[in-house]
């Protein structure tokens, strides 16, 4: 597991320090590689722009997507990653304020592995970070072909 | 315009004309006829008088004398009257005393009373006057003369042809006066139908009826139709102009609001987003000051974080539920048959599932089903039986019941609880959304359930009205 890592596309800073915060208090010392819009997670992902030469052999274990994010937005970043062979069967987890329902529908239609609500309260925050990391990062097997 | 000639109208009018005229002619020919014939036998009856009387008195001598054969020779000088059948001469005593007969067979009665004197009788196309013969004042005896009526006959036959010709000739006038007369009354009425049946095929408002010339009742009734047209016309096209400009105010208020539901849509969603972000931020640093500084706070100072957390947290609910108020007004309606009454033991399983150990009794009607949209009535309900359950929590027994009454002859279905009921003086505000009439402390809650509900039930076109009285428990009625 200490090769396993996690994408957080995150453009809020006090977003993502709350979830780092609460991914550490739940054990999990996995290395979190945050991006701050669309375009950022997307040249991460495919080694392009500030990232080539990255060895995209190298995936997350899992990606969380917000989806209000700067430049492209994550059902965009979604989109694209689905339309790609080295993405498409990439774990990604909406992971966001709004609880619009046609969010939702958009989100599991673009192929989004799971949707989760970002709660107000940090005790429950931290509540789903825990199940968040216990899923995706133990108990989940990933797809096959990866390096 | 195809003109019908054959018009029912001119028909009608030719036939009533007919008839008027024949019948008049008819009244008047068979009185004149009648008068005549009359008159007529009146003078064939004086005529044959005078002829006995002559008769009578040239026979005085011959039967003063008993000269039978000299008053049969006056007798026979009827010969040159053509009509007389028979004629006799009879004595006092009825006797036959000399005769003349036109045809030898003729028979002539036998016997005249002197009754029968001074008679004149019509009798098998006959006519028979009867005279005294008077001499010196004295009645010396009796003259008959019988008369064939062919004069009358032949009278009446020339009447008959006469009347028939004057009554042919006149109804044949009466024709051709009145089809030059009806032309100038059924013309306008044949006209004028025309153009009200292409008003009324067509709905063709610019045809006018052309008006004949004169003043009359018709030309009247023609210029009273065009101008009626010119007012529909009017109206038509000013009703065309309403039809057409509601369209387009529809038309621009519905993009209108599409474009204020649109913005409301990506306001909320914008709300639901940015709004809950800072909140997250103050609750979880909030949190994080709590753990990672906690030995440089004070007891005060982790009682303010703590009031700061439940205050974002509040708020953060309060966001969810406005939200989910917005949501629901703009939710489609989709309408199918829902049970009512399962939905309502459904909720309150699920409300006693959550609080087992609470004693609750709970009371619902069977059977109850209607049509409304399944998720939102179930939403409703679950704010109402919620209600109901969070009032009476402070209940030994809590006491909840669900059915139905009838109010002015609707049904409404109510809940009743014996909870902590409320002040009836502020019953308006109960639906009032961030309403709330209690004390969080006491009953939590952020004041949008009731409003939720009213509006869900406006949605369905119902209304929604609570009694209650502060600790006497709570009735919330609502139609569907």
């Not at chain 2, 009867?130 to 032949?154: C, E």
């Not at chain 2, 519905?254 to 709004?275: G, P």
């Not at chain 2, 982790?302 to 609910?317: E, F, W």
Request: some cysteine; glycine content about 6%; hydrophobic content about 45%.
């Amino acid at each position: 597991m200490g090769d396993s890592f996690i994408l957080l596309v995150e453009d809020n800073p006090d977003d993502e320090a709350l979830t780092v915060r609460a991914l550490k208090k739940n054990k999990i010392v996995n290395e979190v590689v945050v991006a701050r819009d669309g375009v950022q997670a997307l040249d991460y992902l495919f080694g392009e722009g500030a990232y080539a030469g990255r060895d995209t052999k190298e995936m997350p274990q899992v990606v969380l997507l917000d989806l209000k994010l700067p430049k492209l937005d994550g059902l965009g970043v979604l989109r694209r990653l689905r339309a790609d062979d080295r993405t498409r069967l990439l774990p990604v987890v909406i992971l966001t304020s709004s609880n619009e329902e046609q969010d939702r529908i958009n989100g599991y239609g673009l192929g989004a592995n799971s949707y989760v609500r970002k709660p107000v309260d940090f005790d429950q925050f931290v509540a789903a970070a825990a199940q968040l990391g216990l899923y995706w990062l133990v108990l989940n097997e990933p797809p096959p072909g990866r390096a | 315009m195809a003109r019908t000639q054959d018009s029912t109208i001119t028909k009608k009018l030719t036939r009533m004309n007919m008839l008027v005229s024949g019948a008049a002619l008819l009244m008047a020919c068979a009185t004149f006829v009648t008068y005549d014939l009359f008159t007529f036998r009146e003078a064939i009856v004086r005529n044959l008088s005078i002829q006995a009387r002559v008769a009578g008195s040239n026979s005085v001598t011959a039967l003063v004398f008993n000269d039978s054969h000299a008053a049969e020779n006056t007798l026979s000088a009827l010969k040159a009257a053509p009509n007389i059948v028979s004629a006799g001469i009879y004595s006092l005593d009825g006797q036959i005393f000399a005769a003349y007969r036109r045809d030898p067979n003729t028979q002539l009665p036998p016997f005249v009373s002197a009754d029968q004197a001074e008679t004149h009788l019509f009798k098998d196309g006959n006519v028979i006057v009867t005279n005294s013969i008077v001499f010196q004042g004295k009645p010396t005896g009796i003259v008959y003369i019988r008369s064939d009526l062919r004069t009358l006959n032949a009278q009446l036959r020339r009447y008959a042809i006469i009347a028939a010709v004057v009554l042919a000739a006149s109804l044949w006038t009466a024709l051709l006066l009145s089809s030059v007369f009806r032309r100038s009354i059924t013309e306008p009425i044949v006209h004028l139908a025309e153009v009200a049946r292409v008003v009324s095929r067509d709905k063709n408002y610019t045809v006018r009826a052309t008006r004949p010339t004169g003043r009359d009742e018709l030309s009247t009734l023609i210029e009273s139709f065009n101008e009626m047209l010119v007012q529909i016309q009017e109206r038509d096209g000013a009703l065309q102009n309403a039809r057409d400009q509601l369209e387009q105010r529809v038309d621009e208020r519905t993009f209108q609001l599409a474009a204020a539901n649109k913005e409301l849509e990506s306001f909320s969603y914008s709300v639901s987003h940015d709004l809950r972000a800072p909140l997250r931020s103050i609750d979880g640093f909030s949190q994080a000051l709590l753990e990672d500084c906690t030995a440089l706070l004070n007891d005060d100072g982790r009682a303010h974080l703590h009031r700061i957390r439940t205050a974002t947290q509040r708020m953060g609910v309060m966001i969810d539920d406005f939200l989910n108020l917005a949501r629901m007004t703009r939710a489609e309606i989709h309408i199918a048959r829902v049970n009512v009454s399962s939905l309502a033991r459904l909720i309150t399983c699920e409300l006693q599932n959550v609080e087992p150990q609470r004693q609750a009794e709970f009371r619902i009607e069977e059977g109850l089903e209607t049509s409304a949209d399944p998720r939102l009535l179930r939403l409703a309900l679950e704010n109402l039986l919620g209600n109901a359950w969070k009032f009476t929590s402070k209940r030994a027994l809590s006491k909840i019941e669900f059915g139905t009454i009838h109010v002015n002859g609707t049904m409404a279905y109510f809940v009743r609880d014996n909870g902590a009921g409320f002040d009836p003086a502020y019953s308006d505000k109960l639906f009032g959304t961030f309403q709330r009439l209690h004390a969080a402390t006491e009953f939590p809650g952020t004041g949008v359930g009731l409003a939720t509900v009213q509006r869900i039930i406006s949605r369905h076109g119902g209304r929604v009205w609570a009694e209650g009285a502060v600790e006497k428990g709570a009735t919330f009625y609502f139609t569907l």
